[in-house]
C-alpha cells in the first residue's frame, strides 16, 4: 500500500469516526449517507440513527425555547425516509 493510500484510508477512517458523533459535520443531507458507496449497511444505518437522535434533541431544545441550530421542519422526516429506503435493501 503506498503512503497516499494509508493517508486516504487514514482520512476515512476518521471521517467515519465523526460521522459517527456529528454526521452533519461529514455529510450534507441524510441521502447522501444512504448513497454513499464507502459506507456498508449498518455504518449507514447506524449514522442516519445518531443524526435521527440529534434532530430530536434540537426538536426538544427547540421546544424548551432554547436557540440553537436547529434543522429544517422536514429534516426528521427525511432521515427517517433515509432508514425505510435502507430497510428495503
Known amino acids: 500500500?503506498?503512503?497516499?493510500?494509508?493517508?486516504?484510508?487514514?482520512?476515512?477512517?476518521?471521517?467515519?469516526?465523526?460521522?459517527?458523533?456529528?454526521?452533519?459535520s461529514v455529510f450534507d443531507s441524510p441521502e447522501q449517507v444512504v448513497d454513499h458507496s464507502a459506507l456498508d449497511h449498518d455504518q449507514k444505518v447506524e449514522i442516519l440513527r445518531q443524526w435521527e437522535l440529534d434532530a430530536l434533541e434540537d426538536q426538544v431544545a427547540e421546544g424548551e425555547g432554547m436557540v440553537g441550530g436547529g434543522e429544517r421542519p422536514d429534516f426528521l422526516r427525511r432521515i427517517k425516509l433515509a432508514l425505510a429506503r435502507l430497510s428495503r435493501v
Open 1 to 24: 500500500m503506498s503512503d497516499t493510500e494509508r493517508d486516504e484510508q487514514r482520512r476515512s477512517h476518521l471521517d467515519l469516526a465523526r460521522a459517527r458523533l456529528s454526521p452533519g
